[in-house]
């Protein structure tokens, strides 16, 4: 993007002074040419004198090629006088570490610190379990103060929090063991000091470290330890190393550092570009098409500068230029300023800050201004990038122009604030087997992709992810790809997720814990199915990447061949035609050869099935599929669904369909169904149908075998059906009724229900027989609208339905059969439950009778073993009951009531007759006014006066209900005290004028299981009317004529007395002279 640059002004380029601010600068004009002097002064850079304890060394740093030289001494001349047990531990975030490992004395211990980690820690956890050891070398960056170990820095700041880590380092050396530091500028300045004697200090060892840049001398580096605190007894190393132990500053890099007149090494080819190395830690490199003449050393312009610059006044073109961290380490780039000075020569034109990472231009790492000034005069322009995290993780950044904008003066960066170095990782590398993997459809099995991957990484013992992808024929929906972590030791954590839409298996490892064996062994399990019943042929091609959590490995494939899936055959089943006779138990499907199953390409039949069907003229209420037994298949809980079917005594499925009630018969299959324990298995099933008419058309029944993977083959048998006639069945109910004589007929039976079994046939017989017979014809059954007199001999045809009935009597048995030209179930239940008996005899002899139904048949004949005739013992108990008669004498009575006196009771019937045909005892007796009755008035009475006539017959009476009760103790009075003592119960009115309407009297007599039939006579009530009383006083009355006067009249009798009971008024009187007139 382009932005308005922000100027920083800068003084002009000084000549001598020496500043403490330096700014980075190269020079695009050239000036001078290398002479003499810029040699001596890097000669005397590299005159350094070894030492291990120099506190007071300092040292002027010398130039450096761009490429760096070998190391001056080779391993020959490395100190010899190493004793006692060392050990050296180096950071794998040093640069070409590989050379310092080969390069360390014979019998030294050598540790590799993982960059990537805390190697404080690590360096801890090992002397945890090491002791005794004379020395311990640490190769490692640092930086003033800093010691840089992975991703931990331990400095003064933090090194009591360390305390603990720094004991146990201190207690794997012995008394006098000793700890060398090697990272460039770790003992350097007041900072460096102070943190040689706090380590010393914590750890108890005696410490020596650098005070400038340890490696290459080539490149102003030396392998000398310059301050220590205590002793060192053993010898620094000196290894052969092309490169020092630095690296920028983790912050701004502001070139102070650099002093005026301090000028550096310079390579590369004129007129194509310059190159410093290890400026403040990095190294810089100018491209240019004409940069000649030039050189790199210290200036000022804003304060303390670097630069390149030439002898030419002619302005150039610049390319670019182009600062890397001096380890190779990455970075995160925040901020560059930019400075030019000199008069400027051309037009306007565009700077650019660009990202790069192993030579490549970062995508989004790039920031542009537009410079439109003709004098720029050395300002700073700011290229801010911190909130752009494109610039972060690059190795190296380019300021770099659109080829229009020239400069006569020089060129540089200042503020150079870069965080986060970090060593660049190696990415893993796959090596996948040879050769492809087949998956076959037939099987359906998973297969592995490459049970051969190999997994390295030389700079990561741990991977954090992997990418398996179906990248060539992937068919969405179809095509799996799975991973299942069974094993936490093989494993680790890694676990994985599918992705049906894109064929993606993307495999992690959380903290990135699992080793490279447990990847290998993961991506090696990994396997390929296609889910498809019909998968599709064309080759799979498989990709694997890795990650090691910074970098993906080189993606490799392995192709996946898949094959079509054959279907299974069913042999020898296909046309039998086996017979089902009807009762007969279930028959076998398979008739003939021994059915067989096959499959060209599936072991086992998993995930498959047998379904046996039936596709025509099935009877599904009826028709039952099932498995036969009594061989080596074997059912856990018959074919009820869930079921477990075993061959031989290996589980081979279960029911899933119980082949009954129209549904298929169906047996799923596990990895154990072969194709030879299938064979058994179809050999094994059934057809059968529990119905008593199963109907005789034909059933087709199919049998399909699925193998699993999506192809199934079938065969169809014929099943024939014998029909067998079934006898007809009937059931009824014996009411057992009680008839009494004189009531009406009563019903024999109920719930009568008869049927034929089959369709389409009828009944044609029913016979019942009746035992107990004593009154001849008078004993009658109504069968279907008709009365059957239960006489020998007699034949009748009924008026509901026609049948014929006979009748045959022997010993006192009637046997009654009933025909019929073809009657339905239905007809004969009602003519059965309308069958009704009585006796219409009135001197019918008591006692029980038994009608039983003792058989049916129907019109089905008896062939083929069938039968037409059910035997019947469906009985009806009738109790005859004979009961006691009552007769009255015709006529009536009559009653008179008495004139003015009592009225006379008289007899209600003195004529009454009783009998009993069962009883010669009666119980009781009830006779009742029941017609007029006048409460009151009315009185009935019967008196015991003679227990020879009456027996122990006693009455009471109910004057408020007319109802006079009489009764036999433990029913004991004769039929003839009964007769007398109901001739002499007696009926009298209490009213002076009675009511005259004739009363009617009713019998009732009880034999003490039976009541008679009451009758009644009726009773004529006359009222007299009662005759007024004169009633004179005694004495007479005395008359005395008078003497010469009137006499005087006497009354005849003051105290007479008149009475009417039923007047209180007369009507006329009569007084006469009837003596002596």
Known sequence: MNMKPSHHPAPAVASRPRSKRGLLMLALEPRLMFDGAVVATAAVADTHVDATRDTSATRSDAAAPATPAAAERPVAEQSAAVSGRQVVFIDSGVRDYQSLVSQMPPGTEVVMLDGRGD??????????????????????????????LGTQTLNGANMASHQAELSSIGQALS???????????????????????????????DVAASTDMTGASSLGGDWVLERSSGHIDVAGLRPAYSYLLAQPVNGTTTFDNVSYGQYFAIGGSHGVGLSASNVEGWDVLLKSAAATNCYIGADTMTGQTLMISGGSNDGMPLAYMLLSANNGYLFDLARVDVAIAGPSIGSSGVVRLVGYRDGVAVSGAIWSLMLTDTNLGGQLISFNVSGNDAFKGIDSFRIQTDGSYQVTGAFGVDNVTATNFRAPTVAPVLTPSGGSSAYSGGTGNAVTVDSGMIVTDTDSATQASATVAITGNFRSGEDLLAFSNSNSVTFGNI????????????????GATATLAQWQAALRAVTYQDTSLSPNTATRTISFTVNDGGNDSTTVTRNVTVAANVAPVIGNLNGDNPTFTEKGGAVKLETGSAVTVTDSDSPDFNGGNVTVRITANGQYSQDALGIDTSGTVALSSGTSVGSV????????????????????????????????????????LTF??????????????????????????????????????????????GRNPAFTIGDAAVQVFSGASFSTVEAGQSLLQLTLTVSGLHDGSSEILTIDGSSVALTNGNTLTSAGNGLSISVSVSGGVATVTLVSSGMSGATASSVVNGITYRDSSSSAIGGSRVVTLTSVRDSGGTGNGGADT??????????VGVVPVVSVSGGSSAFTAGDNMASTPVAV??????????????????VSITGNFHAGEDILAFSNGNSSLYGNIVASYNNGTGVLTMTSSGATATLAQWQAALRAVTYTDSAVTPNTATRTISFQVNDGSASSTTVSRALTVTAVDQTPVATGSGGSAAFAAGDNTVSTPVVVDSGITVSDLDNSTLASATVSITGNF
């Open 495 to 510: 676990s994985a997720s599918y992705n049906s839409s894109t064929g993606i298996l993307t495999m992690t490892s959380s």
């Open 688 to 733: 059968n149908n529990g119905s008593s008419d199963p109907g005789t058309a034909s059933r087709t029944v199919n049998v399909s075998v699925n193998d699993g993977h999506g192809a199934s083959s079938s065969g169809n048998v014929v099943v024939s059906i014998a029909a067998v006639n079934d006898a007809p069945t009937a059931t009824a109910t």
């Open 175 to 205: 008394a006098d063991g000793d700890i060398l530091l090697y990272g460039c500028n770790i003992a350097a300045g007041q900072a460096g000091a102070t943190f040689v004697d706090s380590l010393a200090r914590y750890t108890q060892a």
């Open 870 to 879: 059910t035997i019947l013992a469906v009985a009806s108990s009738i109790m």
């Open 645 to 684: 079917v075993t061959v031989g005594g290996v589980a081979i499925g279960v029911i899933a369909g119980d082949g009954v009630s129209g549904h298929d018969l169906v047996i799923t299959f596990n990895s154990n169904a072969t194709p030879a324990r299938v064979s058994i298995l179809v050999a094994a």
């Open 909 to 926: 019937d003195s004529g009454m007759t009783v009998t009993d045909t069962a009883s010669s005892t009666l119980a009781s007796a009830t």
């Open 119 to 148: 190697g404080l820690a690590q360096i801890a956890r090992w002397a945890q379990s090491h002791s005794g050891y004379s020395a311990i070398h640490i190769l490692s960056h640092g930086t003033e103060g800093n010691l840089l």
